[in-house]
């Protein structure tokens, strides 16, 4: 039986593009496309993909004023940010600059009798399965370097942005990148299992849910595929006693708000000493009253609805339940939040860590505070967690910051930031959050393996 792929707009709940998943067939025969495609890709001067990769990024950029209220519509965020192509522009390129240098042999030796190395070698095939909430960007992190390395890669896009996929794959054929070296498929659930649990590819990156990230390693048990795994976050912010409370109500509020809480790196924990406790919360309270809630094609509009009407029913489940349990709500409820996919950003109170809401993923513009009097407490509930992506800490004191970094579980550590992601850095997490690393030099040793040479020139 086909299986219909169907986005739904959580603007106003209209279908805004449908398309039909390909066979398991039909997709082992794209597979094998793109593993026939491989070699000659990868045997193509490193400065010729960099070139190709390059304008297709451009070509990406060239689509931005359709792309941007394509996305409004799709998943929810509002037009008035312009879209994804700079951060998309921005990852490529450093990726693409630092390509010749982080792919370069490894020199060991060279005499009269050995000549000794290590080469950097493409996998193969890269499977990039990505996320509806930043769709370009995510997307953009593996399937930039993977292609300069000489990797063919296929992509599986989130059908909450079922064009994406499309728009990409239109960008690169126009920028000269051959159809079979990338390959975006429409693909459910069943089919996706099966292409990696039939070793279909030499690595997979997967952004997405915890839950998707165990299906992803069950499929691929015993097959010895190696694997990038992005997944969940409750990434904490700690506001000490020297911090400038301004920029760090303005930094973190805007990290809690921003695509509508939808970001695997928003901060949904913040612990803050307790002599700047009360200021803090009026002045955040002050911000968050001040957005504008509402349709994300209006201009005028700071917070879009929820991209589903699903997750919006979670996010209003855990703040209920932490109000029964006793915790304080201190934003109303707008006029705009009609009980769907529109909902009022909320800022609690009185939280305990015995609240789901200060334990599981919202993934909505929704944060817990909690008054910490001093480093010792604000790093043992920071650490109480299970994931680890990123954690945030506002101060003036640059040494004190690095002193806590370094006991805090996680996989970046801000200080005076929140919310953004240094293509020059890599980007990880630690427990329940994954494992692997995007983009830096690493990124390209995680889409390659290492490769020794051992060569002897003589034989006497």
């Given amino acids: 039986m086909t299986t219909t792929l169907t986005c739904i707009s959580p ?57 941007v209220p394509e996305l409004a519509r799709m998943m929810g965020r509002p037009v008035r940010y312009g ?6 522009e921005e990852r490529a390129s450093h990726m693409a600059r630092i ?42 992190n593996t399937i930039a370097p ?81 694997m990038g795994l992005e997944l969940g976050g409750k990434d904490p912010a700690y506001v000490m006693d020297d911090a400038d409370l301004d920029a760090a109500v303005d930094g973190l509020m805007d990290a809690v708000v921003f695509n509508s809480g939808q970001s695997c790196c928003g901060i949904e924990r913040i612990y803050v000493h307790e002599s700047l406790f009360d200021a803090f919360v009026k002045k955040a309270v002050k911000v968050v009253e001040g957005l504008r ?9 700071d917070i879009g609805p929820m991209a589903n009407i ?37 800022i609690l109170t009185d939280v305990t860590h015995d609240m789901r809401i200060m334990r599981e993923e919202s993934f909505a513009p929704v944060v817990g505070i ?12 920071m650490n109480d967690s299970q994931f680890g992506l990123t954690a945030s800490l506002w101060t003036a004191d640059l040494d004190r910051a690095e002193a806590l970094g370094d006991r805090i579980e996680t996989g970046t550590v801000f200080m005076n930031r929140a919310d953004y992601l240094d293509p020059a850095l890599c980007w990880t997490g630690c ?26 020139k003589v034989t006497k």
Avoid at 374 to 380: F, I, K, L, P, T
């Fill in 370 to 381: 909690m008054k910490v009097s001093g480093d010792d407490e604000a790093v043992r509930l």
């Fill in 310 to 346: 699903r997750f919006a029913r979670e996010a209003r489940a855990l703040i209920d339940e932490a109000v029964k349990d006793g915790a304080t709500a201190h934003v109303a409820t707008r006029p705009e939040d009609d009980g769907g996919t529109y909902l009022t950003p909320q």
């Fill in 431 to 456: 427990k329940d959050t994954g494992r692997g690393g995007g983009l830096s030099v690493i990124g390209y040793q995680n889409l390659t393996r290492p490769k020794s040479y051992h060569l002897k």
């Fill in 11 to 67: 603007i106003d709940g209209s279908v805004v593009a449908e398309r039909e998943a390909i066979s398991l067939d039909e997709a082992r025969k794209a597979v094998e496309r793109a593993r026939k495609a491989q070699p000659a890709w990868a045997a193509r001067p490193i400065n010729e993909r960099i070139e190709l990769v390059t304008a297709a990024v451009a070509a990406v950029g060239a689509m931005n004023d359709e792309v």
């Fill in 99 to 140: 390509a010749r240098e982080a792919l370069a042999d490894i020199e060991v030796g060279d005499d009269a009798d050995f000549k000794r190395y290590i080469r950097r070698v493409p996998h193969g095939v890269v499977f990039v399965v990505a996320p509806w909430n930043y769709p370009y960007m995510t997307a953009i």
């Fill in 83 to 88: 879209g994804e192509f700079r951060g998309f």
């Fill in 146 to 226: 993977a292609l300069i390395a000489g990797n063919t890669v296929i992509l599986k896009h989130a059908t909450q942005t079922l064009l994406v996929g499309e728009r990409l794959a239109q960008a690169f054929r126009s920028a000269g990148i051959p159809e079979d070296v990338f390959q975006n498929l429409f693909l459910d659930h069943d089919t996706t299992s099966a292409l990696i649990a039939g070793r279909s590819f030499g690595f997979v990156n997967f952004t997405g849910s915890v839950g998707g990230g165990r299906a992803m390693e069950h499929a691929a048990a015993g097959t010895f595929t190696g």
């Fill in 293 to 301: 809630l509402g349709n994300p094609l209006d201009k005028d509009t």
